[in-house]
């Protein structure tokens, strides 16, 4: 079956433009999850969803990250007024909490965001 | 502080020999801990969970509550195991804590 996928899979952009970022859990899936995966900083929780609401968005690193998602799927982080620090691969995250996959995490393939 | 601490930024290790990646939690309640492997060009995938206390390539995790670690065993490494791995720890809350991740580089 299908997994996460996450669009675009490679973003350049330039410093002070905002930038939205898509992921498509897997389909059943109600939790969510994104993080940001940076050289020597490993995987970074962002902030994750459980249905449509977001219990904890304390690992958003700024007021220039947002993120929703409707209709208990499709998930949108956006970054307003991109800065270089924001280059990294943002990475997206499905769960189910219940059967054989119970709280396994199945990623996306990442999304490569470059602010020049 | 919830917290996951894999101290070891690079290992590597002669193919054949044991491997050992270290992670320590800290976590007040009941902890529900993950390794998760990156292999080269892959997407970060599970390898193991500490509540299925199964082998999953020769790879084995025991929770330790009172050292509250859970470090990643393999008795043999081969050279396939090279590859990026991350120790997690779900909260209560359903929260996912990553270590920041360990690089085993198998010798050959």
């Known amino acids: 079956g299908a997994g996460v996928s996450q669009s675009p899979s490679n973003k350049v952009t330039e410093k002070g433009k905002d930038v939205e970022l898509r992921c498509d859990p897997i389909s059943g899936h109600t939790a969510l999850y994104w993080y940001r995966q940076s050289l020597g900083q490993g995987l970074e929780f962002l902030i994750y969803?459980?249905?449509?609401?977001?219990?904890?968005k304390s690992g958003l690193p700024s007021d220039r990250f947002s993120a929703e998602r409707t209709g208990g799927s499709v998930s949108t982080l956006t970054i307003q007024r991109t800065q270089q620090e924001d280059s990294a691969v943002y990475l997206c995250?499905?769960?189910?909490?219940?059967?054989?996959?119970?709280?396994?995490?199945?990623f996306g393939p990442g999304t490569r965001l470059t602010v020049l | 502080a919830q917290r996951v601490t894999q101290p070891e930024k690079l290992l590597s290790v002669f193919k054949g020999a044991p491997v050992e990646l270290k992670c320590n939690y800290s976590?007040?309640?009941?902890?529900?801990l993950f390794w998760y492997v990156q292999y080269s060009r892959q997407r970060l995938q599970l390898l193991l969970r500490?509540?299925s206390r199964e082998s999953i390539k020769g790879f084995t995790a025991d929770l330790n509550k009172g050292e509250t670690s859970f470090h990643l065993k393999k008795p043999f490494a081969q050279e396939e195991d090279s590859a990026m791995y991350y120790c997690?720890?779900?909260?209560?809350?359903?929260?996912?804590?990553f270590g920041k991740g360990t690089r085993l580089h198998i010798l050959p």
């Open positions: 995250a499905s769960s189910f909490p219940g059967g054989d996959t119970y709280n396994e995490q199945f």
């Open positions: 976590y007040s309640g009941s902890p529900e």
């Open positions: 500490h509540i």
């Open positions: 969803f459980q249905g449509n609401s977001a219990p904890d």
């Open positions: 997690a720890l779900m909260t209560g809350d359903d929260k996912i804590i």
